[in-house]
C-alpha cells in the first residue's frame, strides 16, 4: 500500500469527483448562495437555478439592493423560501461591513455553512460536516482515517462529499469501489446492519409547508392563492407574514 487513507480519497476525487458550477469559483458570495440552496434542495436542480442566479445577482452588493419580491420570485421552487431572505441580510451585512472572521455571524448561516464556505472560499481548515461526510467518518472512524491535508481542506471537503453521495451512501454503500476501503473498519459489514424503519411521513401536499410553498409561487406571479381548507390558508400566511415574506396590502396579499 503505498498511499495513506486521505491521499486515496484526494486522488480518487481528482479522477471521479462531480464537476460542479460553485466548485469553480472561490469567490465568497457564489460559494454562499450554492451552500444556501444546497442546504435543502438537490445538487441537479440547484446548479441551473445557481447559475442564472449568479447571472442575476452577480455579488453580494448586487443582492442586497434587490428587492425582497424580486429575490422571493426567483427562489420559487427552491423551498423554504426564509433561506432566500436570510441570504439577502447576509448580503448586506457583508456590503456594509465586509466578511467577518466568524461567518456564523452573518443570518441565516450555522456552522456547516461557515464551514463550508470557510474551506471552499477562505481556504480555511475546516470539515463541512453535511450528512454525506458525517456518514463517510462515522463509518471509516473520523479524523484518525481520514482529514485534509494542510492546504486542501476544499479538495478534501468536496471529495468526501462525493464519496458519501455516490459511493458510501445510506443504505446501500458499494464497499467493492470505494478508494477507502483497505482502512475503512465498515467496508463490506454496512449492507448486514439492520435497516432503521422509516417513520411514515405525511405526504409533502398535506404540510403547512407546502401550503406556504404555493402562496408564495401563487403571488410570485399574481395567481390566485392556493384552493386549500381556509384554516391552512390562514395558517401559511400567518407564519409567511410573521417571516416578513408576505405582507397585506390594501388589496390583498403580495410579496414584500
Ligand atoms: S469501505 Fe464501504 S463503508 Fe467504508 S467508506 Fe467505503 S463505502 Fe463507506
Known amino acids: 500500500m503505498s498511499q495513506g487513507p486521505t491521499a486515496a480519497l484526494l486522488a480518487w476525487y481528482d479522477r471521479r469527483g462531480r464537476d460542479l458550477p460553485w466548485r469553480a469559483t472561490t469567490d465568497p458570495y457564489a460559494v454562499l448562495v450554492s451552500e444556501v440552496m444546497l442546504q435543502q434542495t438537490q445538487v441537479a436542480r440547484v446548479v441551473p437555478r445557481y447559475e442564472a442566479w449568479l447571472v442575476r445577482w452577480p455579488t453580494a452588493a448586487a443582492l442586497a439592493a434587490a ?21 439577502r441580510e447576509a448580503c448586506a451585512v457583508v456590503t456594509r461591513e465586509g466578511w467577518p472572521d466568524d461567518l456564523t455571524a452573518l443570518p441565516g448561516v450555522g456552522a456547516y455553512t461557515a464551514a463550508a464556505v470557510g474551506a471552499f472560499a477562505f481556504g ?87 401550503v406556504r410553498g404555493r402562496v408564495v409561487a401563487a403571488l410570485a406571479v399574481g395567481d390566485a392563492l392556493p384552493a386549500v381548507a381556509p384554516e391552512r390558508l390562514d395558517r401559511a400566511l400567518a407564519g409567511l407574514a410573521r417571516d416578513g415574506l408576505v405582507v397585506r396590502g390594501r388589496t390583498g396579499w403580495r410579496l414584500p
Open 124 to 210: 480555511r481548515h475546516r470539515v463541512a460536516l453535511d450528512t454525506n461526510v458525517r456518514r463517510v467518518l462515522e463509518r471509516t472512524g473520523g479524523p484518525v482515517v481520514l482529514s485534509p491535508p494542510p492546504g486542501r481542506a476544499a479538495a478534501f471537503n468536496h471529495a468526501a462529499m462525493d464519496l458519501g453521495a455516490t459511493v458510501c451512501t445510506a443504505r446501500r454503500p458499494r464497499c467493492d469501489g470505494c478508494p477507502v476501503r483497505a482502512w475503512c473498519p465498515s467496508a463490506g459489514a454496512v449492507a448486514a446492519l439492520p435497516g432503521r424503519a422509516r417513520r411514515p411521513r405525511p405526504r409533502f401536499e398535506d404540510t403547512d409547508r407546502w
Open 67 to 87: 428587492s425582497v419580491a424580486d429575490v422571493l420570485r426567483a427562489w420559487v421552487g427552491l423551498g423554504y423560501n426564509r433561506r432566500a431572505l436570510r441570504l
